[in-house]
């Protein structure tokens, strides 16, 4: 038995076999010639044959697929061996380059042309670079990037994984994420949660685990075990028999003396905002409006975004739904509002600040905002990413009076504003702890790299303290105004429990874990969660926060949480 | 050679699934088929049997195509792919 510790990120106990996800392909190096004695006809025949191997492949898999996937499919088969592609590699295959090379930059050619296109076309660049990394691999021998097809379920384990590589994550076939890399708000993380998928990221070795071995993932300890024997076997179909409980949550929020919490969702559209109704979320406490702007070279129509809103909204009649204004840069930059040759984004212009670049922006926004909430019958409020500043609250209260809306809020997710949570509250209504980017600043340690996994963690006693000051100083402010959280520590029950005992009023995360928070905050009294928020303040260290709260509620353990 | 011409009926234009569809269509015709906007000259004309090239023609609703081939079975197969075009290939 062999044992691979890293960082638990979504919980869940289960035993299968690993997958490993390819590594991605190399570059052919530029310049690359056909081998000595092998003759263009022959070079041009393999990558014919490979072309018609990955195409068969290709339509082997839409023959199983329905819907707009079978489509998606169907198309990428036809592009596979698609004739403008193959003639444009045979020409540089008889002008003297390797099969490899001359698919690759045939490809980039047919792929600058789509994306010189725009809109549509520019979309399907992604496809040809899809087919051509799949043609490659045939003509190296090698198991096509992606993730791994299969008959049956498996636990994928991979380097790290980025949003395109799960966008056609089947949580019936992947049962279980495992990195090597990564860190507790990386991607992978966030995606788990959502999937309800049991996940531990930083494992350090996994990646080295042949395809097949059975292992043993707790996504709560955040271990990983071969050669499971019958004690992992009984946590694991214990888990699967709890996973039915914990996937219902009829409401409202509550600690076992009856001080209401409310749960809310994050959610990042309509779609999302159905399924977070149907989960039970008392309302929306993070609507993320980048899904109205993300991929798009211009700034949508005010009609355009009035839609999108509405679409939530309506999710909602007469519940609290909280806009967070566009939060572009960094990790999500837009072609028309960020500049991507900042040497430092998460630093850079990003959230609210992309106000003082590109103004204009954010008061059509409000106003799209206001007219759906006038069409509603939602509790509209908004608020603005990385406010750091009293005057910046200001400002963007002042915008929002402007547009109509009367409850403007902040996030606070820069130190700097919960150092001076009382001033900043003095200009708003309400504040929302960006739990993430706060810890990402708390801790200057970027939310994506593996190695500093450890610093980004939000049991980080300094981020505690951070929550407790601004919660504080909300309480100084004297209008009682309100503290809640959105970031993924919502989404911890454990961690959950100490926010609430740190003062925080309302809690929102991935509809996925509304049922285990609720279940764990209804077994402790406002007073026990206030002792254990002190307990895991005066820690020296995450794990020592984390373990000092665990071992005051045996409800986790008991829920496999 | 053959040439007919053919305004687009689909309502996404020759993208997607009609370009999936017209491209396989083009492919099992048994002649070589080439596809050009109308008005431009025919040595710019490009393979119908690829999606790609398909794509990157850029035929919208309502673009006229010249569409060519030479041989045996050139005019029914012609015809046959007139007809396709002229069939809102999105609503199938």
């Known amino acids: 038995m062999q044992n691979f510790p890293g960082v638990g990120v979504s919980p869940g106990r289960i035993v299968g076999p690993v997958r490993q996800m390819p590594r991605p392909l190399s570059e052919p190096p530029a310049g690359e010639k056909r081998a000595p004695g092998t003759t263009a006809d022959g070079a041009a025949a393999t990558l014919q044959a490979a072309a018609k191997a990955v195409q068969a492949e290709l339509r082997g898999r839409a023959a199983g697929a329905a819907g707009d996937a079978k489509a998606v499919l169907e198309a990428t088969a036809l592009m596979a061996a698609d004739p403008m592609l193959l003639k444009a590699a045979v020409k540089l295959i008889n002008a003297g380059t390797s099969a490899e090379r001359a698919v690759w930059e045939a490809a980039d050619g047919v792929a600058a042309m789509l994306a010189g296109l725009g809109g549509y076309m520019a979309e399907r660049a992604t496809d040809v670079l899809d087919v051509r990394a799949r043609i490659i691999a045939a003509l190296r021998g090698v198991p096509a990037p992606g993730i791994p097809a299969s008959d049956g379920p498996f636990i994928l384990v991979a380097e790290d994984l980025a949003p395109a590589d799960t966008a056609t994550l089947d949580p019936a076939v992947v049962v279980a994420l495992v990195t090597a890399g990564g860190g507790p708000q990386s991607h992978t993380a966030i995606i788990a949660r959502s999937l309800g998928l049991p996940a531990v990221v930083a494992a350090a070795g996994v990646d080295t685990l042949p395809d097949g071995t059975e292992v043993y993932v707790d996504g709560a300890a955040g271990t990983i075990s071969t050669g499971p024997g019958d004690r992992e076997r009984a946590a694991a179909a214990a888990w699967a028999a709890n996973a039915s409980t914990l996937a219902a949550f009829t409401g409202p929020g509550t600690t076992a003396d009856g001080h209401l919490v409310p749960l809310l969702a994050n959610v990042g559209g309509a779609r999302d905002a159905v399924k977070a109704a149907a989960a039970g979320a008392e309302g929306v406490g993070l609507l993320r409006t980048e899904f109205c702007f993300l991929e798009r070279d211009t700034e949508p129509s005010i009609v355009e975004q009035v839609e999108a809103y509405q679409g939530v909204f309506d999710a909602f009649p007469g519940k609290k739904v909280v806009v967070r204004t566009l939060d572009a840069g960094a990790d999500k930059p837009l072609p028309f509002l960020t500049d991507a040759s900042e040497p430092n984004p998460a630093l850079g212009v990003r959230g609210y600040r992309t106000d003082l670049s590109s103004p204009g922006v954010l008061e059509r926004q409000l106003a799209a905002i206001a007219r759906a909430a006038g069409q509603s019958t939602a509790d509209v409020r908004v608020m603005a990413p990385m406010i750091s500043t009293p005057a910046e609250a200001a400002g963007f209260a002042s915008l929002c009076a402007a547009a109509g809306l009367h409850t403007p809020g902040v996030m606070v997710e820069v130190p700097s504003a919960a150092l001076t949570a009382e001033s900043i509250l003095r200009e708003v209504e309400f504040a929302s702890l960006g739990t993430n980017d706060l810890t990402q600043y708390t801790m200057a340690a970027d939310r994506q790299l593996g190695p500093l996994a450890a610093l980004n963690n939000p049991w980080q006693p300094a981020v505690l303290q951070l929550v407790r000051l601004t919660v504080a100083g909300a309480a100084a402010e004297g209008n009682g105004t309100p503290v809640g959280v959105c970031g993924e520590a919502a989404a911890d029950p454990a961690l959950a429990v100490v926010l609430v005992g740190l003062g925080v009023s309302t809690l929102s995360m991935t509809a996925r874990s509304l049922a285990a928070v609720a279940a764990v905050l209804a077994t402790v009294t406002l007073k026990e969660a206030q002792e254990i928020a002190t307990l895991a303040l005066r820690a020296t260290s995450p794990g020592e926060a984390r373990d000092r709260a665990r071992g005051k509620l045996p409800i986790l353990d008991e829920l496999g949480l | ?92």
């Open chain 2, 1 to 92: 050679m053959s040439e007919r011409k053919a305004t687009v009926a689909s309502s996404s234009g020759l993208h997607a699934r009609p370009a999936s569809l017209f491209a396989e269509a083009a492919g099992a015709a048994g002649v070589e088929v080439t596809i050009a906007m109308d008005g431009a000259p025919a040595e710019d004309a490009m393979d119908a049997s690829s999606i790609l090239s398909l794509m990157t023609l850029g035929a919208e609703h309502g673009s006229v195509v010249v569409l060519r081939a030479e041989g045996d079975g050139a005019d029914a197969a012609l015809d046959k792919l007139v007809a396709m075009l002229e069939t809102d290939l999105d609503a199938v």
